[in-house]
Nanobody
């Protein structure tokens, strides 16, 4: 069955960096786009970034452009989110999701991980 396991979250200071990983199994990873989303307490989930099957088409929500970078390693069945210049408003549970198709997904995802918590605070 499809499994997505996020890791790499934790506590970071404002201006700091974290690298999230999402290890995928149970499907042919290289055939699908992948998504990172986040959910802050009391708020609706927010799409953060997406990447297509080959890693050569990516997109970001405006609030993270220039600070976050999504990438993937199809040999390792893993998608990453490098987060730099972190801000307190980046605090959230970060989740990865499998797209339904090879192209870069926005909201067209069919499986989700449980998430990794990111807290940005001094």
């Amino acid at each position: 069955q499809v499994q997505l396991v996020e890791s790499g979250g934790g506590l970071a200071q404002p201006g700091g960096s974290l690298r999230l990983s999402c290890a995928a199994s149970g499907f042919t990873f290289s055939r699908y786009g992948m998504t990172w989303a986040r959910q802050a307490p009391g708020q609706d989930p927010e799409w953060v970034s997406g990447i297509n099957w080959a890693g050569n088409d990516t997109a970001y929500t405006d609030s993270v452009k220039g600070r976050f970078t999504i990438s993937r390693d199809n040999a390792k069945n893993t998608v990453y989110l490098q987060m730099n210049s972190l801000k307190p408003e980046d605090t959230a549970l970060y989740l990865c999701a499998k797209g339904r198709e090879a192209r870069m997904p926005y909201h067209d995802n069919d499986f989700w991980g449980r998430g990794t918590q990111v807290t940005v605070s001094s």
